[in-house]
């Protein structure tokens, strides 16, 4: 099978893998993304209505303390807001009752993008060039060479669509997700393999709903949107507003455990009439509802995501190392950095190191950060 040559690959095309490509969009290199979904973004997905983009991955950033994210969307010239958080919260017990309380402001204070996160992902494609980038590209094996990597896609243990060649290799998805579901020949290290396969994927064990309507009742009855809940399905709500005017809406994370999460027709259902209890019964018709379970995502979740994490770990590269086959294969993804990992930073810092390494190693010092 004829296989193209390139300098870098690029596998995954989350926020990590597109920002590392179009940082070497700025150098003399040839680059190619391979994706595996049929849309860019990974974790980040923002559907739209009535030209508001809702986000059922990540919509938050700090930019008291992600100076990364702030400094981007500056340069691309995207807007933030902050998050709505103005009037009381809503707390339900196990039983069922339901309290108004005070309202919790969020501290450093969380911003919203205004047109979704993926506009970030959107403005970056800018700058890389189409026939660079390859999504419904599912890498499956990779390959060490005398000159780099092959680069084999499709299904495991059947013929490969298609095959690439690269002088280096970026590897910008969860490293629990790359042991899992690709073959690396020769076999990776027993420790390294055993550590990418301990490093949890942030939120891939999680649902993310958002349920849009015409006017925001619930800050007409003093209500923030905040919302928390014992008893389920949700477990944490928000207001997910549009900043400019309406739709309004309301956000947040299913609480309940994915091996609970089988009937979305049914969690629909017990998620309206929760939002009822919470915010009025205006909450049971929204004029659109929008859903993702992470954990049945096969790109995002293995089966060792599925039972809900239970604090943000401390994430760095695996066993320690940045990359692997002296310089020829190197980690991005958020959960190879080693500061905010898991979270946007994390896969803007993880990806600009591996450029940085994948330059050092060309002999270039070409790749100049956007920010
Ligand atoms: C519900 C939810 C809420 C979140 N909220 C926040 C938040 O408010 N703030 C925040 O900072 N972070 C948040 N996060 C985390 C944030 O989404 C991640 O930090 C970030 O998106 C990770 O980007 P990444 O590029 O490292 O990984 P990913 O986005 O996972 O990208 C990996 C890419 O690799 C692709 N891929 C997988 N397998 C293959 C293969 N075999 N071949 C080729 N491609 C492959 C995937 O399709 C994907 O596009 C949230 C995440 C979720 C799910």
Redesign the pocket.
Known sequence: MHAETFDTII???????VYAASLLAGTKGSFLI????ER?????LSPEYQGFFCD??????WPAIHPKMAHLIQALGLEGYPQFDSGCGRFERFNGSVQTVRGYVMEPPSFRLAGGMMALVRRLCERIPERAIHIN????RIEKTEEGALVSVGELDREPWAQFRARQLIL???PR?AAA??LFEPELPHDLAQAMLRIGT???G?A?FCALYDAPFWRTAGLSGEGFSERGPLGEIHDGSNDAGGPYGLTGFVGIPAVQRSRPDLLLEEILCQLASLYGKEALNPTAFFYRD?ARER??ATPYDQPPMVEHPLYHPPAGRTSIWNGTVHFA???TADEHG??????LA?AERAVYEVCSMEGSDQAKPLI
């Open positions: 596998v995954g095309g989350g926020l990590s893998g391979l994706e595996a979904r860019l973004g990974g974790r980040i059922l991955g990540p919509s938050w950033y590209n599912p890498v499956c910008a998805l969860p997700l579901t690709m942030w939120m891939a999680q993310k992470w790109f995002t993804g958020t959960e898991g979270y946007l930073e994390g896969a993880a």
